[in-house]
T-cell receptor, first 115, second 112 residues
Framework: EPEVTQTPSHQVTQMGQEVILRCVPI?????FYWYRQILGQKVEFLVS????????KSEIFDDQFSVERPDGSNFTLKIRSTKLEDSAMYFC?????????????FGPGTRLTVL | LAKTTQPISMDSYEGQEVNITCSHN???????ITWYQQFPSQGPRFIIQ???TKVTNEVASLFIPADRKSSTLSLPRVSLSDTAVYYC?????????????FGSGTRLSIRP
C-alpha cells in the first residue's frame, strides 16, 4: 500500500536556526498538507498546497514558515528561525484527485525539538 | 464546518465490541462523516467514511441514522492495539475545502 514518508523522524535544533522538514507524498496525489501537534494537544492545520501554490494557511503559518515542492516527489516545510514553541510533531498529508477533502493520508511525522 | 461532540475518553477490554458515538446536530446536506485513528506518536489514519445508513470495512463499521445528526463508530472485538485517539469529522467530502479540523477526539483505552 502506498504511503506518505517523512524525514527526518526526529530533528533537534537550536533556537533561531532554520530547519527543513521533508515529505514524500503518495505519488499520484496532488493535494498536500502540513499539520502540527504540540505534545498533548490537538492536531492543527498549517497549510495546504495545490498546483504549486498555497491554497490555504492558518494563523500559525506566519512569515517564518514556507513550503515548497522542489521536484516531482518532495514537499518541504521550512521554518526560517525556529522558536521554542515550534517544538511539536509535524505531519505531512496528501490527497488524491477524486477523493474527498476529509480523506487525507498522513505520514509518520517529524518530531521537532527546539532547544 | 459542522461541530462534532464525542466522549473525551472510553475504556474497554480485549475482545469486546466498542461503540463510539459522535453528535453532529448541524450536519449539512452535503456533509460526509469521517473517522480517523491516531496512535501515540503517529500521524492520524483514515478509518472510514460514510454519508448515510451503514458502512463497513475491514477495520470498523459506521452507523448513521436517518436524521444523520449522530454517528457511531463500531470496533468489533478490540485488542490492545486498538488503544488510540479516535476523531469524528464532518465536512463536505467532495468539495474543494482543504483542511481537516481535528477536535480533541475520544481517547480509547483497551485493557487486557
Amino acid at each position: 500500500e502506498p504511503e506518505v514518508t517523512q524525514t527526518p523522524s526526529h530533528q533537534v535544533t537550536q533556537m533561531g536556526q532554520e530547519v527543513i522538514l521533508r515529505c514524500v507524498p503518495i505519488s499520484n496525489h496532488l493535494y498536500f498538507y502540513w499539520y502540527r501537534q504540540i505534545l498533548g494537544q490537538k492536531v492543527e492545520f498549517l497549510v495546504s498546497f495545490y498546483n504549486n501554490e498555497i491554497s490555504e494557511k492558518s494563523e500559525i503559518f506566519d512569515d517564518q514558515f514556507s513550503v515548497e515542492r522542489p521536484d516531482g516527489s518532495n514537499f518541504t516545510l521550512k521554518i526560517r528561525s525556529t522558536k521554542l514553541e515550534d517544538s511539536a510533531m509535524y505531519f505531512c498529508a496528501s490527497r488524491g484527485i477524486g477523493e474527498g477533502a476529509d480523506t487525507q493520508y498522513f505520514g509518520p511525522g517529524t518530531r521537532l525539538t527546539v532547544l | 464546518l459542522a461541530k462534532t461532540t464525542q466522549p473525551i475518553s472510553m475504556d474497554s477490554y480485549e475482545g469486546q465490541e466498542v461503540n463510539i458515538t459522535c453528535s453532529h446536530n448541524n450536519i449539512a446536506t452535503n456533509d460526509y462523516i469521517t473517522w480517523y485513528q491516531q496512535f501515540p506518536s503517529q500521524g492520524p489514519r483514515f478509518i472510514i467514511q460514510g454519508y448515510k445508513t451503514k458502512v463497513t470495512n475491514e477495520v470498523a463499521s459506521l452507523f448513521i441514522p436517518a436524521d444523520r445528526k449522530s454517528s457511531t463508530l463500531s470496533l468489533p472485538r478490540v485488542s490492545l492495539s486498538d488503544t488510540a485517539v479516535y476523531y469524528c469529522l464532518v465536512g463536505e467530502g467532495y468539495s474543494s475545502a482543504s483542511k481537516i479540523i481535528f477536535g480533541s477526539g475520544t481517547r480509547l483505552s483497551i485493557r487486557p
